[in-house]
């Protein structure tokens, strides 16, 4: 699985659009809409574009609308624009100035939501 990470280096300049990627790791600087499993953005890099992806680990500058199941901003993040998550842990230093949107399963929410009030009407048992 060696093969499936991409790597953009330190000073290199990317525009265009990633996917496929099983796993990236930006350290350059980044104007691309990325679909894949894992982003990494390093401390030095900055990226501008969208993300789609289960887990993003950000330490550099990021401006764009993140989709994510997990989000991970470092102390050294600054972010603008949008992050869609499922869970997020952030780095006592992170900065950001972005719409923070938790995306919990609506279905699941509104089940649970039916199922608790049909077990407390079916509950009374003599």
Do not use: P
Not at 6 to 11: D, F, K, L, N, Q
Not at 23 to 35: L, M, P, S, W
Not at 99 to 126: A, L, M, R
């Amino acid at each position: 699985m060696a093969d499936s990470q991409s790597i953009i280096g330190r000073g290199a300049i990317f525009k265009g659009k990633i996917s496929n990627a099983s796993t990236i790791e930006i350290n350059g600087r980044v104007e691309a809409d990325i679909k894949s499993e894992k982003v990494t953005v390093g401390k030095n890099a900055n990226l501008e574009g969208s993300i789609a992806s289960e887990l993003v680990v950000i330490s550099g500058n990021y401006q764009g609308k993140i989709k994510a199941d997990s989000v991970w901003l470092t102390d050294t993040s600054v972010i603008t624009g949008e992050i869609n998550y499922k869970s997020l842990q952030m780095d006592r230093g992170a900065a950001l100035n972005c719409k923070i949107i938790h995306n919990w399963d609506e279905k699941k929410f509104k089940n649970k939501k039916n199922i608790n009030s049909d077990s407390e009407s079916g509950e009374e048992k003599k």
